[in-house]
């Protein structure tokens, strides 16, 4: 008989300290090589979730500027147009409703499952 070899997967742990609300409004990256202006996708009160063009690497410190708010953060992460960071100090609970307040509304209905037709091709005008 042969052995049996279990493996055992690492559980992922959430990389957020809290959770992130997706929202779209225009933003700027400040970094010490010039300013990139872009726009903010998703805030939490400790990141976020910026798209820009040439993102900066990871580890670059820059102040994030948003509507009339800003915040000292550090690039963790960048791919193609997007780029994730973090802030030196958690936001307040009042700047992140200002944000999604006075944030652009998405039009029309949320795609779910049950509103999408399935197996049927869209008709064009």
Same mark, same amino acid.
């Given at each position: 008989?042969?052995?049996?070899? *279990? !493996? &055992?997967?690492?559980?992922?742990?959430? %990389?957020?300290?809290? $959770?992130?609300?997706?929202?779209?409004?225009?933003?700027?990256?400040?970094?010490?090589?010039?300013?990139?202006?872009?726009?903010?996708?998703?805030?939490?009160?400790?990141? *976020? !979730? &910026?798209?820009?063009?040439?993102?900066? %690497?990871?580890?670059? $410190?820059?102040?994030?500027?948003?509507?009339?708010?800003?915040?000292?953060?550090?690039?963790?992460?960048?791919?193609?147009?997007?780029?994730?960071?973090?802030?030196?100090?958690?936001?307040?609970?009042?700047?992140?409703?200002?944000?999604?307040?006075?944030?652009?509304?998405?039009?029309?209905?949320?795609?779910?499952?049950?509103?999408?037709?399935?197996?049927?091709?869209?008709?064009?005008?």
């Amino acid at each position: 008989m042969g052995s049996i070899h *279990a !493996r &055992v997967a690492a559980v992922p742990t959430e %990389r957020r300290d809290s $959770e992130r609300t997706r929202t779209e409004c225009p933003a700027q990256l400040h970094l010490t090589s010039g300013s990139r202006f872009g726009s903010l996708w998703d805030l939490s009160e400790s990141g *976020a !979730r &910026v798209q820009v063009k040439n993102p900066p %690497r990871p580890g670059t $410190e820059a102040l994030l500027k948003w509507q009339s708010h800003e915040a000292l953060c550090r690039v963790v992460w960048a791919h193609d147009d997007m780029c994730g960071v973090v802030f030196f100090r958690p936001l307040p609970r009042t700047m992140l409703d200002e944000t999604l307040r006075d944030a652009p509304k998405p039009i029309g209905p949320t795609a779910t499952v049950t509103n999408i037709p399935l197996g049927q091709k869209r008709s064009r005008p």
